[in-house]
């Protein structure tokens, strides 16, 4: 792992805190996961992959528009 994959590893879990990242040897490197949170509520999506970080990120921004909300009315 690069300096550089260092610290995109580290920005991904700065901000998005509810997620575990990994990086991995194997394509796709990067490896998100949901963090226990989902187990209390409704969750689509709880496991990514992706071979860029960049892409991870934008995956995870996302997700809040295809997972189920509490409120239907929201």
Do not use: S, Y
């Amino acid at each position: 792992m690069t300096q550089a994959e260092c610290q995109q590893l580290e920005t991904l879990r700065a901000q998005f805190p509810d997620w575990w990242f990994a990086w991995q040897e194997v394509e796709p490197r990067w490896h998100a996961q949901r963090k226990g949170d989902h187990a209390t509520r409704p969750a689509v999506i709880t496991d990514l992959r992706a071979t860029n970080p960049n892409d991870l990120a934008l995956l995870l921004l996302h997700i809040p528009a295809v997972e189920p909300v509490a409120d239907p009315n929201r």
